[in-house]
């Protein structure tokens, strides 16, 4: 059974959203934090796959990314600081997958501690299925894993899964807090969720993420993930080794957004040691596999 706050989840709905409006001081999904517009495109350019004929646009997917909020900005900084009382740096994860993806996520996710960094997740997968695999995992893992139907701030030990049907998953930011929230918007790549909405919504905090894509069709996620490397997160693909479908990783080697490259039974090594060293990090362009 999913517990919050160590009482048990259908005993204490109101309980849970009372908690959350103190926590990070909103009453509602704010879309003046979350928001998201966009062409209902295929991949980007940059990939050199093709596109479906829509035009080259990319989203705006938050206004946090505009003005003083940009990557390197001392307000993005301050918001992704370590946590008060906690050894947590404020370093996260942002995580794609697709077809093949729930088992790489078991398999990835499950090597993790009880107080990883925060990982949020889009998996692409009907609305239903979704919340089921939230709570699948939440049974079988030591973090938590929390399905994101409203916004939330991120912590320590927890995963962060997005809801899917009307709604994608981003990471923003208000009051000096980092937020997983649902956001609303046109497909993109073809998916909603979409791998490119969360990675673009993560660049203002590009110095302390790491960004992982893994098995799957197309190509979403590479795009954003090459625009994540390049404001100065690590970035790591599945390898082919491992990949039950090469299209996702293989979109993300070829445009050159994966800075490492790994079967799944190193990634998440890999990922915890990356978001420990967010600060010293060496941004040569070297492939590291």
């Known amino acids: 059974m999913t517990r919050h706050w160590g009482i048990a989840e259908e005993e204490t709905s109101a309980f849970v959203q009372q908690e959350l409006i103190k926590t990070i001081m909103v009453k509602k999904v704010d879309h003046s934090v979350f928001e998201f517009e966009g062409q209902p495109s295929s991949c980007n350019q940059r990939t050199g796959y093709p596109k479906s004929g ?71 997968m009907p609305e239903r299925f979704l919340r089921k695999l939230a709570n699948r995992l939440d049974q079988r893992l030591g973090p938590e894993v929390r399905l994101v139907d409203q916004v939330m701030p991120l912590e320590p030990g927890r995963i962060y899964i997005g809801s899917g049907g009307d709604h994608h998953l981003a990471v923003g930011h208000r009051a000096g807090k980092v937020l997983a929230g649902p956001v609303e918007g046109p497909t993109r790549n073809g998916h ?35 625009e994540l490397r390049e404001a100065g ?33 190193r990634i998440a090594a890999r990922m915890l040691d990356l978001c420990k060293s967010a600060n010293q990090r060496d941004y040569s362009g070297k492939l590291h596999q």
């Open 54 to 124: 829509t035009p080259n646009e990319r989203p705006r997917s938050q206004r946090i990314l505009d003005g003083q909020d940009r990557p390197g900005s001392s307000h993005a900084a301050e918001a992704s600081g370590a946590v008060r009382g906690s050894l947590w740096n404020g370093a996260f994860v942002v995580m794609g997958s697709s077809t093949g993806g729930v088992e790489a996520l078991e398999i990835i996710l499950s090597e993790l501690p009880v107080r990883c960094p925060p990982v949020l997740i889009t998996q692409h």
């Open 192 to 226: 909603r969720p979409s791998v490119d909405v969360l990675f673009r919504s993560a660049r203002p905090f590009a110095s302390r993420v790491v960004g992982v894509v893994l098995t799957g069709m197309g190509c979403d996620g590479a795009s954003e993930l090459l």
């Open 233 to 265: 997160a690590q970035t790591i693909a599945e390898s082919q080794k491992t990949a039950l479908v090469y299209g996702m990783p293989k979109a993300a080697i070829e445009n050159g957004a994966a800075a490492h490259i790994l079967p799944r039974d």
